[in-house]
């Protein structure tokens, strides 16, 4: 019994920073309740031994929880339950001066850009940028890497401070460099991949990617010229997660999703991704020869 009130008034000590974190993934206040409370739930279940520092805990759960949430909305194509801030002030059911002093907290403005965000971009920025949570403990919380978690909180920051209109020609050019990639891997020219290839470039598969082929970890443009050398016959070059990289199908089946960090016209990272559960929740589009 002690226990169980122990944990009781840490989860109401920590209720005002989830229903916070919440808020602002989700843009609703009913749905930041459900997630708050599906929390709740699910500290009841779990063993909580080993658990060093249970506000964090509860933030990572909370946190997944909202993801999951924005990935069915966007796969339902529905609009959050309540539009941010106005409609639930003039919910007679809560309380006007508290809901007023929290919806004045996150702004109106910034709860419609955050809606134009995909899941993973939006639960990455307001993680880092408005709870201070390393890039290291959002990348599980994702299903990404610390780097990619990094590259989408960055775009989503772009996106809120208005500045994304500027990189279209960054985009142009980092699309031809990823076209550019992708040919000379089809036809297995190795001067035009170093080309575009950074000298210290990386190559990081995932656990299922690399069970495809000779995958492992590579380093160093000769290394990963000679990996990509006559590959990629079947990819086709997409836009991941608002990044430029290259996908690829089998039977119309994702199986696939390669991604590319490209800085100063140089290829520097390349991830693939051929886990099913991240598969699932991708965000990608094909782009158009």
């Not at 880092?128 to 909180?153: C, N, V």
């Not at 160093?220 to 997409?238: N, T």
Request: aromatic share 6%.
């Amino acid at each position: 019994m002690n226990e169980k009130k122990w944990l009781a008034d840490q989860f109401e000590a920590n209720r005002a920073h989830l229903r916070a974190a919440a808020y602002r993934m989700l843009g609703s206040r009913s749905e930041a309740e459900d997630a708050v409370q599906e929390a709740w739930l699910r500290l009841n279940r779990a063993d909580t031994t080993d658990i060093g520092n249970l506000g964090g805990w509860l933030t990572t759960v909370v946190a997944r929880i909202c993801l999951d949430m924005l990935r069915a909305r966007k796969t339902r194509r529905e609009q959050p339950l309540e539009m941010p801030v106005h409609a639930a002030i003039a919910d007679p059911a809560h309380d006007p001066e508290r809901d007023a002093a929290f919806a004045e907290s996150v702004g109106v403005a910034l709860l419609v850009v955050l809606q134009t965000l995909a899941p993973a971009e939006r639960v990455a920025f307001v993680l880092h940028d408005m709870f201070d949570l390393p890039f290291d403990e959002i990348a599980p919380i994702i299903g990404r890497t610390s780097a990619a978690a990094r590259q989408l909180a960055s775009r989503a920051r772009r996106r809120v401070q208005g500045t994304d209109e500027a990189p279209d020609v960054d985009f142009g050019r980092k699309r031809t460099i990823a076209e550019a990639f992708l040919t000379a891997s089809r036809i297995g020219d190795l001067e035009a991949l170093l080309a575009v290839l950074a000298p210290d470039v990386v190559f990081r598969p995932d656990a299922t990617a690399a069970r495809f082929g000779p995958f492992g970890g590579r380093r160093g443009a000769s290394e990963v010229a000679e990996l990509f050398k006559g590959r990629a016959q079947a990819a086709e070059a997409a836009l991941v997660d608002g990044e430029v990289g290259f996908i690829v199908r089998i039977k119309g089946e994702l199986r696939v999703v390669v991604t590319l960090t490209i800085v100063d016209g140089k290829v520097t990272v390349i991830e693939a991704f051929a886990d099913p559960d991240y598969l699932e929740h991708v965000d990608y589009s094909v782009l158009s020869s």
